[in-house]
């Protein structure tokens, strides 16, 4: 059975680990495009996350990550390309989404499966890469988007991925309905893809090697069941 090549388009320098796992270990050539992996200018000082995850300086910090992405995704044989276009927490200018699907083009052949946040968290960086994906996907280009943890499951899975039908579980998937029309998808059934042992092992080996940025993540989401080795990941084909 052939796989079709792939990308999967991460907003940030772990976004790729922490929610698509599955595409990333599996068959088939697979490339990461982290987006928001430009470093700020020197001397700017630390942002506020950057001071919350411990650093003192964000170029510096920025360095870091992208090493330590080199490291979680060499776990699985892979390459990333880093974009420089810089996170939203450098408070970033200019930044249209039009330039980022410009260089996306650049990347990119036709027919490549691309795998985008579904933005279910309502975090602005992975909501304009989600944008971006969408002209893609206007143009013919082949598109999945996937439940980007931890962002989407910050208070916990919809109902019907466990079968829990607490006000909260059921309040979660009302508000994933609700982020899915925004982009054409009602009533779609998605891929639920449960990592099993081994695969969760591994996820939880590469997702450790983003050591600055873990204990920041566990400070926030922590509590969530399955931080930070998600075992459910969450695909949607968009077109």
Same mark, same amino acid.
């Given at each position: 059975? @052939? ?15 922490? /929610?698509?796992?599955?595409?990333? /270990?599996? %068959? ?7 987006? +928001?992996?430009? @470093?700020?200018?020197?001397? /700017? ?11 003192? =300086?964000?170029?510096?910090?920025? !360095? ?15 390459? @990333?390309?880093?974009? =420089? +276009? *810089? =996170?939203?927490?450098? #408070? ?14 650049? *990347? ?49 899975? %919809?109902?019907?991925? &466990? ?7 059921? !309040? ?5 309905? /609700?982020?899915?029309? &925004? ?17 969760? #092992? ?12 873990? %204990?920041?993540?566990?400070?926030? +989401? ?5 931080? %930070?080795?998600?075992?459910? #990941? ?6």
């Amino acid at each position: 059975m @052939s796989h079709p090549p792939a990308v999967i388009l991460s907003p940030h320098l772990d976004d790729a680990v922490l /929610s698509c796992w599955h595409v990333l /270990s599996g %068959p088939g050539d697979v490339r990461v495009i982290n987006v +928001f992996a430009g @470093s700020p200018p020197p001397g /700017s000082g630390a942002s506020w996350w950057d001071r919350e995850s411990g650093a003192t =300086d964000s170029a510096a910090r920025m !360095e870091e990550r992208r090493a330590e992405d080199a490291e979680a995704i060499a776990v699985v044989g892979r390459s @990333s390309i880093h974009l =420089d +276009f *810089l =996170d939203e927490q450098y #408070e970033p200018v200019g930044q249209s989404v039009g330039r980022i699907v410009a260089r996306l083009r650049q *990347l990119i052949a036709p027919g490549v499966v691309v795998y985008a946040p579904a933005a279910l968290g309502e975090h602005a960086d992975h909501e304009r890469v989600r944008r971006a994906a969408l002209e893609l996907a206007a143009s013919g280009q082949p598109v999945r988007l996937y439940a980007d943890h931890p962002h989407a499951v910050r208070r916990g899975w %919809p109902a019907w991925v &466990e079968g829990t039908n607490t006000d909260t579980a059921r !309040e979660v998937a009302a508000h994933w309905d /609700s982020r899915l029309r &925004e982009v054409g998808l009602t009533r779609a059934r998605p891929l639920v893809h449960r990592l099993d042992a081994v695969e969760r #092992e591994r996820k939880l080996h590469a997702v450790s090697a983003y050591r600055t940025q873990v %204990p920041a993540l566990r400070a926030d +989401f922590g509590e969530i069941d399955g931080f %930070p080795a998600f075992p459910l #990941e969450i695909i949607w084909t968009l077109s």
